[in-house]
Protein backbone atom coordinates (compact mmCIF):
# COMPACT_ATOMS: atom_id res chain seq x y z
CA UNK A 1 0.00 0.00 0.00
CA UNK A 2 3.21 1.97 -0.18
CA UNK A 3 3.78 2.88 3.51
CA UNK A 4 6.81 3.06 5.07
CA UNK A 5 6.33 1.51 7.93
CA UNK A 6 3.58 -1.72 8.77
CA UNK A 7 1.83 0.12 11.34
CA UNK A 8 -1.87 -1.19 12.82
CA UNK A 9 -2.90 2.15 12.31
CA UNK A 10 -3.15 1.32 8.49
CA UNK A 11 -5.20 -1.58 9.08
CA UNK A 12 -7.24 0.31 11.37
CA UNK A 13 -8.03 3.00 8.87
CA UNK A 14 -9.32 -0.11 6.41
CA UNK A 15 -11.54 -1.35 9.00
CA UNK A 16 -13.12 2.30 9.83
CA UNK A 17 -13.52 2.76 5.97
CA UNK A 18 -15.37 -1.00 5.82
CA UNK A 19 -17.82 -0.14 8.78
CA UNK A 20 -18.83 3.55 6.91
CA UNK A 21 -19.34 1.90 4.11
CA UNK A 22 -21.73 -0.83 5.85
CA UNK A 23 -23.71 1.87 6.89
CA UNK A 24 -24.11 3.83 3.97
CA UNK A 25 -24.46 0.44 1.79
CA UNK A 26 -27.92 0.03 4.33
CA UNK A 27 -28.69 3.68 4.71
CA UNK A 28 -28.87 3.88 0.95
CA UNK A 29 -30.88 0.42 -0.46
CA UNK A 30 -33.33 1.05 2.61
CA UNK A 31 -31.76 -2.47 4.24
CA UNK A 32 -33.04 -2.76 7.68
CA UNK A 33 -29.51 -2.71 10.21
CA UNK A 34 -29.92 -4.84 13.09
CA UNK A 35 -27.76 -5.42 16.55
CA UNK A 36 -28.13 -8.97 17.37
CA UNK A 37 -28.15 -9.41 21.45
CA UNK A 38 -26.19 -12.55 22.36
CA UNK A 39 -29.08 -14.53 23.16
CA UNK A 40 -30.87 -14.14 19.52
CA UNK A 41 -30.95 -17.22 17.47
CA UNK A 42 -30.29 -14.59 14.14
CA UNK A 43 -32.14 -16.70 11.41
CA UNK A 44 -35.30 -16.74 13.86
CA UNK A 45 -34.47 -13.08 13.84
CA UNK A 46 -34.22 -12.72 9.87
CA UNK A 47 -37.22 -14.73 9.05
CA UNK A 48 -39.81 -12.12 8.37
CA UNK A 49 -37.34 -10.39 6.06
CA UNK A 50 -36.46 -13.58 4.53
CA UNK A 51 -40.14 -13.94 3.54
CA UNK A 52 -40.35 -10.34 2.63
CA UNK A 53 -38.14 -10.80 -0.11
CA UNK A 54 -38.78 -14.29 -1.20
CA UNK A 55 -42.58 -12.52 -1.90
CA UNK A 56 -40.94 -10.69 -4.23
CA UNK A 57 -39.37 -13.34 -6.45
CA UNK A 58 -35.69 -11.57 -6.88
CA UNK A 59 -32.54 -12.11 -5.38
CA UNK A 60 -31.33 -9.52 -3.28
CA UNK A 61 -30.17 -8.36 0.36
CA UNK A 62 -32.58 -8.34 2.75
CA UNK A 63 -31.08 -7.03 6.06
CA UNK A 64 -27.92 -6.48 7.35
CA UNK A 65 -27.03 -8.20 10.99
CA UNK A 66 -24.07 -6.51 13.20
CA UNK A 67 -22.52 -8.87 15.93
CA UNK A 68 -19.39 -9.21 18.34
CA UNK A 69 -18.13 -12.31 18.14
CA UNK A 70 -14.72 -13.82 18.72
CA UNK A 71 -12.58 -14.28 15.72
CA UNK A 72 -8.92 -15.61 14.82
CA UNK A 73 -7.78 -12.18 13.93
CA UNK A 74 -4.15 -10.31 13.72
CA UNK A 75 -3.17 -8.86 17.13
CA UNK A 76 -0.43 -6.16 17.17
CA UNK A 77 2.35 -5.59 19.68
CA UNK A 78 4.67 -2.42 19.91
CA UNK A 79 8.10 -2.18 20.81
CA UNK A 80 10.81 0.62 20.59
CA UNK A 81 13.83 -0.02 17.96
CA UNK A 82 17.13 0.62 19.40
CA UNK A 83 17.39 3.59 16.89
CA UNK A 84 14.06 4.96 18.55
CA UNK A 85 11.63 4.28 15.75
CA UNK A 86 8.60 2.18 17.13
CA UNK A 87 8.86 -1.57 15.64
CA UNK A 88 5.12 -3.42 14.91
CA UNK A 89 4.63 -7.00 15.93
CA UNK A 90 1.26 -9.16 14.35
CA UNK A 91 0.30 -12.27 15.88
CA UNK A 92 -2.96 -14.36 15.31
CA UNK A 93 -5.23 -14.52 18.52
CA UNK A 94 -8.97 -14.47 19.07
CA UNK A 95 -10.61 -11.33 19.68
CA UNK A 96 -13.90 -10.47 20.18
CA UNK A 97 -15.05 -8.13 17.25
CA UNK A 98 -17.23 -6.57 14.81
CA UNK A 99 -18.85 -9.51 12.27
CA UNK A 100 -21.61 -8.03 9.64
CA UNK A 101 -23.79 -10.70 8.44
CA UNK A 102 -25.02 -10.29 4.96
CA UNK A 103 -28.80 -12.07 5.03
CA UNK A 104 -29.64 -12.78 1.52
CA UNK A 105 -32.44 -14.48 -0.61
CA UNK A 106 -31.10 -15.66 -3.76
CA UNK A 107 -33.64 -17.42 -6.51
CA UNK A 108 -31.01 -20.27 -6.86
CA UNK A 109 -30.38 -20.80 -2.95
CA UNK A 110 -32.99 -19.36 -1.21
CA UNK A 111 -32.14 -17.95 2.06
CA UNK A 112 -28.51 -17.47 2.72
CA UNK A 113 -25.74 -15.37 4.69
CA UNK A 114 -22.47 -13.76 4.08
CA UNK A 115 -20.46 -12.85 7.54
CA UNK A 116 -17.35 -10.37 7.18
CA UNK A 117 -15.33 -9.54 9.91
CA UNK A 118 -14.18 -5.90 10.21
CA UNK A 119 -10.98 -6.67 11.53
CA UNK A 120 -7.60 -7.92 9.38
CA UNK A 121 -7.56 -10.31 7.99
CA UNK A 122 -10.80 -9.56 7.31
CA UNK A 123 -12.16 -13.77 7.22
CA UNK A 124 -15.76 -14.29 5.68
CA UNK A 125 -17.91 -17.01 6.27
CA UNK A 126 -20.67 -18.59 3.62
CA UNK A 127 -23.89 -20.14 5.10
CA UNK A 128 -25.65 -22.08 1.87
CA UNK A 129 -28.56 -24.79 2.18
CA UNK A 130 -28.35 -27.59 -0.61
CA UNK A 131 -31.84 -28.45 0.08
CA UNK A 132 -32.72 -25.39 -0.44
CA UNK A 133 -31.16 -25.35 -3.92
CA UNK A 134 -32.47 -28.61 -4.75
CA UNK A 135 -35.94 -27.83 -4.90
CA UNK A 136 -35.40 -24.63 -7.12
CA UNK A 137 -33.36 -26.70 -9.33
CA UNK A 138 -36.14 -29.36 -9.22
CA UNK A 139 -38.89 -26.46 -9.93
CA UNK A 140 -37.01 -24.94 -12.61
CA UNK A 141 -36.85 -28.22 -14.35
CA UNK A 142 -40.72 -29.33 -13.87
CA UNK A 143 -39.88 -32.42 -11.74
CA UNK A 144 -43.20 -32.27 -9.29
CA UNK A 145 -42.41 -32.90 -5.37
CA UNK A 146 -43.45 -32.76 -1.86
CA UNK A 147 -41.38 -31.38 0.52
CA UNK A 148 -40.32 -32.32 3.79
CA UNK A 149 -38.76 -29.58 6.27
CA UNK A 150 -35.21 -28.94 4.71
CA UNK A 151 -35.94 -32.02 2.62
CA UNK A 152 -37.91 -33.98 -0.14
CA UNK A 153 -40.99 -36.47 1.29
CA UNK A 154 -41.79 -37.43 -2.59
CA UNK A 155 -40.84 -37.05 -5.98
CA UNK A 156 -42.14 -38.22 -9.17
CA UNK A 157 -39.10 -38.39 -10.68
CA UNK A 158 -36.46 -39.50 -8.14
CA UNK A 159 -33.58 -40.41 -10.50
CA UNK A 160 -33.67 -37.08 -11.70
CA UNK A 161 -33.56 -35.34 -8.62
CA UNK A 162 -30.85 -37.49 -7.66
CA UNK A 163 -28.82 -36.03 -10.41
CA UNK A 164 -29.53 -32.74 -9.55
CA UNK A 165 -28.16 -32.98 -6.29
CA UNK A 166 -25.24 -34.49 -7.44
CA UNK A 167 -24.82 -31.00 -9.64
CA UNK A 168 -24.10 -28.83 -6.47
CA UNK A 169 -20.37 -28.87 -6.46
CA UNK A 170 -17.51 -26.33 -6.23
CA UNK A 171 -18.54 -24.35 -9.16
CA UNK A 172 -22.40 -23.86 -8.60
CA UNK A 173 -21.08 -22.51 -5.18
CA UNK A 174 -18.23 -20.75 -6.48
CA UNK A 175 -20.64 -18.60 -8.79
CA UNK A 176 -23.16 -17.83 -5.72
CA UNK A 177 -20.21 -16.60 -3.88
CA UNK A 178 -18.39 -14.34 -6.73
CA UNK A 179 -22.15 -12.76 -7.49
CA UNK A 180 -22.75 -11.65 -4.45
CA UNK A 181 -18.84 -10.57 -3.76
CA UNK A 182 -19.62 -8.05 -6.39
CA UNK A 183 -22.53 -6.97 -4.68
CA UNK A 184 -21.82 -5.97 -0.74
CA UNK A 185 -19.19 -3.50 0.56
CA UNK A 186 -16.10 -4.74 1.37
CA UNK A 187 -12.82 -4.43 3.33
CA UNK A 188 -10.49 -4.82 0.31
CA UNK A 189 -10.80 -2.91 -3.03
CA UNK A 190 -10.68 -3.73 -6.71
CA UNK A 191 -7.12 -2.65 -6.47
CA UNK A 192 -5.96 -4.78 -3.59
CA UNK A 193 -7.59 -7.59 -5.72
CA UNK A 194 -5.59 -6.98 -8.86
CA UNK A 195 -2.26 -7.46 -6.37
CA UNK A 196 -3.77 -10.66 -5.24
CA UNK A 197 -5.39 -10.42 -2.73
CA UNK A 198 -8.68 -11.88 -2.13
CA UNK A 199 -10.85 -14.16 -0.66
CA UNK A 200 -10.57 -17.88 -1.21
CA UNK A 201 -13.05 -20.59 -0.31
CA UNK A 202 -12.05 -23.65 1.93
CA UNK A 203 -14.72 -25.86 3.62
CA UNK A 204 -15.52 -25.14 7.64
CA UNK A 205 -18.43 -27.21 8.10
CA UNK A 206 -20.07 -29.80 5.49
CA UNK A 207 -22.99 -31.78 6.30
CA UNK A 208 -23.88 -34.50 3.94
CA UNK A 209 -27.17 -36.53 4.45
CA UNK A 210 -29.13 -39.00 3.94
CA UNK A 211 -33.13 -39.15 4.51
CA UNK A 212 -35.12 -42.14 4.50
CA UNK A 213 -39.04 -41.56 3.92
CA UNK A 214 -41.64 -43.77 5.24
CA UNK A 215 -44.89 -44.68 4.17
CA UNK A 216 -46.74 -44.38 7.49
CA UNK A 217 -45.40 -41.58 9.94
CA UNK A 218 -46.26 -44.92 12.70
CA UNK A 219 -43.71 -46.88 11.17
CA UNK A 220 -41.23 -44.24 11.15
CA UNK A 221 -42.32 -43.47 15.07
CA UNK A 222 -41.49 -46.84 16.37
CA UNK A 223 -38.36 -47.49 13.75
CA UNK A 224 -36.64 -44.56 15.61
CA UNK A 225 -37.92 -45.85 18.82
CA UNK A 226 -36.11 -49.23 18.39
CA UNK A 227 -33.34 -47.65 16.62
CA UNK A 228 -32.33 -45.86 20.17
CA UNK A 229 -32.57 -48.08 21.89
CA UNK A 230 -29.88 -49.88 19.63
CA UNK A 231 -27.72 -47.51 18.92
CA UNK A 232 -26.76 -46.16 22.49
CA UNK A 233 -23.55 -47.68 22.31
CA UNK A 234 -23.03 -46.50 19.01
CA UNK A 235 -20.04 -44.08 19.90
CA UNK A 236 -17.12 -47.02 20.53
CA UNK A 237 -14.06 -46.28 18.74
CA UNK A 238 -14.36 -49.64 16.99
CA UNK A 239 -17.96 -49.01 15.63
CA UNK A 240 -16.78 -45.36 14.35
CA UNK A 241 -13.67 -47.03 13.29
CA UNK A 242 -15.69 -49.39 10.75
CA UNK A 243 -18.61 -46.16 10.07
CA UNK A 244 -15.79 -43.30 9.06
CA UNK A 245 -13.16 -45.91 7.44
CA UNK A 246 -9.74 -44.02 9.16
CA UNK A 247 -7.77 -46.07 11.45
CA UNK A 248 -7.97 -45.48 14.65
CA UNK A 249 -4.60 -44.66 15.97
CA UNK A 250 -3.36 -45.47 19.90
CA UNK A 251 -0.32 -44.95 21.03
CA UNK A 252 2.34 -42.42 22.84
CA UNK A 253 1.20 -39.87 19.74
CA UNK A 254 -2.63 -39.06 20.30
CA UNK A 255 -3.85 -38.75 16.50
CA UNK A 256 -7.16 -39.59 17.18
CA UNK A 257 -9.46 -37.87 20.43
CA UNK A 258 -9.39 -40.34 23.49
CA UNK A 259 -13.18 -39.62 23.76
CA UNK A 260 -15.66 -41.35 21.31
CA UNK A 261 -19.43 -41.24 22.92
CA UNK A 262 -23.20 -41.30 22.14
CA UNK A 263 -25.20 -38.47 23.20
CA UNK A 264 -29.23 -38.67 22.94
CA UNK A 265 -30.48 -35.07 23.02
CA UNK A 266 -34.18 -34.57 23.48
CA UNK A 267 -36.13 -31.37 22.83
CA UNK A 268 -39.85 -32.30 23.60
CA UNK A 269 -40.79 -34.68 22.15
CA UNK A 270 -38.02 -34.85 19.50
CA UNK A 271 -35.22 -36.72 19.76
CA UNK A 272 -31.74 -36.58 18.15
CA UNK A 273 -28.75 -39.41 18.07
CA UNK A 274 -25.12 -38.45 17.99
CA UNK A 275 -22.08 -40.35 17.50
CA UNK A 276 -18.98 -38.62 17.87
CA UNK A 277 -15.66 -39.21 15.74
CA UNK A 278 -12.51 -37.02 16.22
CA UNK A 279 -14.33 -33.36 15.56
CA UNK A 280 -16.75 -34.51 13.12
CA UNK A 281 -20.18 -36.27 14.25
CA UNK A 282 -22.67 -38.55 12.62
CA UNK A 283 -26.64 -37.90 13.54
CA UNK A 284 -29.62 -39.33 13.50
CA UNK A 285 -33.56 -38.02 14.23
CA UNK A 286 -36.53 -38.38 12.55
CA UNK A 287 -38.00 -35.15 10.42
CA UNK A 288 -41.22 -34.56 10.38
CA UNK A 289 -42.19 -37.14 12.39
CA UNK A 290 -42.08 -39.23 8.75
CA UNK A 291 -38.40 -39.45 7.60
CA UNK A 292 -35.60 -40.98 9.15
CA UNK A 293 -32.64 -38.06 8.17
CA UNK A 294 -29.05 -39.71 8.44
CA UNK A 295 -26.48 -36.74 9.03
CA UNK A 296 -22.52 -36.91 8.78
CA UNK A 297 -21.44 -32.98 9.65
CA UNK A 298 -17.68 -32.82 9.13
CA UNK A 299 -16.23 -30.29 10.72
CA UNK A 300 -12.43 -30.70 10.15
CA UNK A 301 -11.57 -32.13 6.66
CA UNK A 302 -8.76 -33.85 8.66
CA UNK A 303 -11.73 -36.70 10.00
CA UNK A 304 -12.06 -38.18 6.26
CA UNK A 305 -8.42 -37.27 4.86
CA UNK A 306 -9.63 -34.53 3.13
CA UNK A 307 -8.29 -31.43 1.72
CA UNK A 308 -9.72 -27.96 3.18
CA UNK A 309 -10.01 -26.22 -0.31
CA UNK A 310 -13.35 -25.99 -1.93
CA UNK A 311 -12.75 -27.79 -5.09
CA UNK A 312 -12.28 -31.00 -2.99
CA UNK A 313 -16.11 -30.82 -2.17
CA UNK A 314 -16.67 -33.77 -4.38
CA UNK A 315 -14.24 -35.61 -2.36
CA UNK A 316 -15.80 -34.86 0.78
CA UNK A 317 -19.41 -35.74 0.02
CA UNK A 318 -18.59 -38.91 -1.86
CA UNK A 319 -16.98 -40.16 1.28
CA UNK A 320 -19.78 -38.81 4.17
CA UNK A 321 -22.26 -40.58 1.77
CA UNK A 322 -20.44 -43.40 1.93
CA UNK A 323 -19.92 -42.95 5.76
CA UNK A 324 -24.21 -42.67 5.81
CA UNK A 325 -24.54 -45.73 3.66
CA UNK A 326 -22.42 -48.01 6.55
CA UNK A 327 -24.24 -46.66 9.59
CA UNK A 328 -27.02 -47.45 7.64
CA UNK A 329 -26.39 -51.05 6.67
CA UNK A 330 -24.96 -51.62 10.33
CA UNK A 331 -28.46 -50.92 11.91
CA UNK A 332 -30.42 -52.81 8.94
CA UNK A 333 -28.71 -56.13 10.03
CA UNK A 334 -29.26 -54.76 13.98
CA UNK A 335 -33.40 -53.93 12.70
CA UNK A 336 -34.01 -57.16 10.53
CA UNK A 337 -33.02 -60.22 12.25
CA UNK A 338 -35.88 -62.63 12.00
CA UNK A 339 -34.58 -66.04 11.17
CA UNK A 340 -36.60 -68.26 8.51
CA UNK A 341 -36.94 -72.37 10.41
CA UNK A 342 -34.64 -73.76 8.25
CA UNK A 343 -32.05 -71.26 9.08
CA UNK A 344 -32.52 -71.27 13.11
CA UNK A 345 -32.74 -75.36 12.81
CA UNK A 346 -29.16 -75.52 10.64
CA UNK A 347 -27.43 -73.89 13.97
CA UNK A 348 -29.45 -75.25 16.41
CA UNK A 349 -28.80 -78.64 15.31
CA UNK A 350 -25.78 -80.95 14.35
CA UNK A 351 -25.60 -81.25 10.47
CA UNK A 352 -23.07 -81.70 7.90
CA UNK A 353 -21.04 -79.59 5.71
CA UNK A 354 -21.14 -79.44 1.70
CA UNK A 355 -17.49 -81.14 2.47
CA UNK A 356 -19.23 -84.19 4.79
CA UNK A 357 -17.74 -82.51 7.86
CA UNK A 358 -19.80 -81.96 10.67
CA UNK A 359 -20.74 -78.63 11.70
CA UNK A 360 -21.46 -79.14 16.13
CA UNK A 361 -24.59 -77.72 17.17
CA UNK A 362 -25.12 -74.38 18.62
CA UNK A 363 -27.89 -74.81 21.02
CA UNK A 364 -30.08 -72.02 21.92
CA UNK A 365 -29.93 -71.42 25.56
CA UNK A 366 -26.49 -73.44 25.93
CA UNK A 367 -25.18 -70.45 29.00
CA UNK A 368 -21.53 -71.00 26.83
CA UNK A 369 -23.52 -70.87 23.16
CA UNK A 370 -25.20 -67.27 24.59
CA UNK A 371 -21.95 -65.43 25.59
CA UNK A 372 -20.19 -66.82 22.65
CA UNK A 373 -23.21 -65.21 20.51
CA UNK A 374 -23.62 -62.41 22.82
CA UNK A 375 -19.79 -61.66 22.02
CA UNK A 376 -20.16 -61.84 18.52
CA UNK A 377 -22.52 -59.24 19.00
CA UNK A 378 -20.38 -56.46 20.41
CA UNK A 379 -18.15 -57.27 16.89
CA UNK A 380 -20.65 -56.57 14.92
CA UNK A 381 -19.15 -53.39 13.55
CA UNK A 382 -15.75 -53.76 14.40
CA UNK A 383 -13.25 -54.37 11.15
CA UNK A 384 -12.06 -58.09 12.79
CA UNK A 385 -11.93 -60.10 16.05
CA UNK A 386 -9.43 -62.21 16.86
CA UNK A 387 -8.99 -65.24 19.11
CA UNK A 388 -7.62 -63.57 21.82
CA UNK A 389 -10.34 -60.57 21.93
CA UNK A 390 -12.99 -62.65 21.40
CA UNK A 391 -12.06 -65.17 24.31
CA UNK A 392 -11.77 -62.29 26.76
CA UNK A 393 -15.11 -61.53 25.76
CA UNK A 394 -16.36 -64.81 26.32
CA UNK A 395 -14.98 -65.34 29.78
CA UNK A 396 -16.50 -61.63 30.55
CA UNK A 397 -20.25 -62.55 29.68
CA UNK A 398 -19.61 -66.62 31.19
CA UNK A 399 -18.42 -65.05 34.65
CA UNK A 400 -16.28 -68.27 34.52
CA UNK A 401 -13.27 -70.05 32.96
CA UNK A 402 -12.94 -70.59 29.57
CA UNK A 403 -9.93 -71.96 28.21
CA UNK A 404 -7.91 -71.65 24.84
CA UNK A 405 -8.88 -74.91 23.37
CA UNK A 406 -12.56 -74.17 24.28
CA UNK A 407 -12.17 -71.26 21.98
CA UNK A 408 -10.74 -72.89 19.63
CA UNK A 409 -13.37 -75.36 19.33
CA UNK A 410 -15.56 -72.65 19.16
CA UNK A 411 -14.48 -70.62 16.38
CA UNK A 412 -14.13 -74.26 14.06
CA UNK A 413 -17.90 -75.05 14.96
CA UNK A 414 -18.64 -71.38 14.23
CA UNK A 415 -16.95 -71.59 10.46
CA UNK A 416 -18.32 -75.08 9.91
CA UNK A 417 -21.59 -73.34 10.61
CA UNK A 418 -20.94 -70.49 8.26
CA UNK A 419 -21.37 -67.62 10.51
CA UNK A 420 -17.65 -66.56 10.83
CA UNK A 421 -14.84 -66.05 8.22
CA UNK A 422 -11.43 -66.13 8.45
CA UNK A 423 -9.31 -62.70 6.56
CA UNK A 424 -6.87 -64.18 4.19
CA UNK A 425 -3.31 -63.99 5.67
CA UNK A 426 -4.16 -63.38 8.98
CA UNK A 427 -5.08 -64.42 12.08
CA UNK A 428 -8.63 -62.16 12.06
CA UNK A 429 -12.33 -62.87 11.81
CA UNK A 430 -15.34 -61.64 10.38
CA UNK A 431 -18.57 -61.86 10.89
CA UNK A 432 -20.87 -63.44 7.79
CA UNK A 433 -24.54 -61.78 6.76
CA UNK A 434 -25.74 -65.16 8.43
CA UNK A 435 -23.69 -64.64 11.27
CA UNK A 436 -25.20 -60.90 12.02
CA UNK A 437 -28.30 -62.11 11.68
CA UNK A 438 -28.22 -65.47 14.58
CA UNK A 439 -26.16 -63.67 16.86
CA UNK A 440 -28.52 -60.91 16.96
CA UNK A 441 -31.65 -63.21 17.22
CA UNK A 442 -30.09 -65.99 19.81
CA UNK A 443 -28.70 -62.36 21.47
CA UNK A 444 -32.48 -60.53 21.22
CA UNK A 445 -34.61 -63.64 21.71
CA UNK A 446 -32.66 -64.52 25.03
CA UNK A 447 -31.99 -60.99 26.73
CA UNK A 448 -35.58 -59.09 25.39
CA UNK A 449 -38.00 -61.75 25.76
CA UNK A 450 -37.46 -64.78 28.10
CA UNK A 451 -35.15 -63.29 30.90
CA UNK A 452 -38.14 -60.62 31.27
CA UNK A 453 -40.77 -62.99 31.05
CA UNK A 454 -39.10 -65.31 33.42
CA UNK A 455 -38.88 -62.54 35.86
CA UNK A 456 -42.25 -61.48 34.96
CA UNK A 457 -43.55 -62.25 38.05
CA UNK A 458 -42.09 -59.87 40.51
CA UNK A 459 -40.92 -56.26 40.01
CA UNK A 460 -40.30 -54.53 38.65
CA UNK A 461 -42.14 -56.43 35.92
CA UNK A 462 -45.64 -54.46 34.89
CA UNK A 463 -48.28 -55.47 37.23
CA UNK A 464 -50.74 -56.37 34.72
CA UNK A 465 -48.09 -58.79 33.23
CA UNK A 466 -47.59 -59.92 36.89
CA UNK A 467 -51.51 -60.20 37.51
CA UNK A 468 -51.54 -62.38 34.54
CA UNK A 469 -49.59 -64.99 34.89
CA UNK A 470 -50.80 -65.09 38.43
CA UNK A 471 -54.10 -65.86 36.12
CA UNK A 472 -52.97 -68.26 33.93
CA UNK A 473 -51.05 -70.41 37.02
CA UNK A 474 -54.17 -70.33 38.61
CA UNK A 475 -55.64 -72.16 35.61
CA UNK A 476 -52.93 -74.39 35.19
CA UNK A 477 -53.05 -75.67 38.24
CA UNK A 478 -56.88 -76.27 37.84
CA UNK A 479 -56.49 -78.32 35.11
CA UNK A 480 -53.88 -80.46 36.15
CA UNK A 481 -55.86 -81.08 39.58
CA UNK A 482 -58.89 -81.76 37.27
CA UNK A 483 -57.04 -84.39 35.80
CA UNK A 484 -55.58 -86.10 39.07
CA UNK A 485 -52.26 -85.35 38.03
CA UNK A 486 -51.44 -83.03 40.87
CA UNK A 487 -48.91 -83.83 43.71
CA UNK A 488 -50.37 -86.49 46.60
CA UNK A 489 -51.58 -84.34 49.80
Known amino acids: MGYRIPSPAVLGK ?32 MHRFMLAQEKTGRSGVVAVGVAQEYQNVFASSEREGSNGIPCFGFHKADRRVTC ?34 AKRQAIQTGIRFTALSNGFASCEDPAALQEIC ?16 AVLPLPLTDADADAGYWWELSMRQIEISRTLVFDAPRHARSFFEALVVDSLDLGRP ?30 DTDVTINAFYKHSRIKQYLKDGRALRIETVVNSRDDLACHRRLEHLDEL ?33 STLTDDGSRAPALRFGDPRVMALLGSLCVTLAALGFTHRSLRARVTHLLGSGYSANQMSYDLARLRRNGL ?52 IDSNVRSYIEGARLGNPA
Not at 22 to 27: C, D, R
Not at 243 to 267: A, E, L
Request: hydrophobic share 40%.
Open 100 to 133: FYFYLWDNDFGAAFIKVCAYFPYPIKVWVNGHEW
Open 238 to 267: ETLELIFGPQIRRGKVRRTQDVFKTKVVTR
Open 166 to 181: DRLGPDTIGVFFQHWM
Open 14 to 45: IGTAFRRSVNSFAETNHFPLIHFAKEDRKIAV
Open 317 to 349: QRKARDINARLLDTERVGQGCVLASPAFERVAQ
Open 420 to 471: IERQPHSNTYTLTADGQRIALFYTKVYNRILRPLIAADRAPAPAPLRQALVT
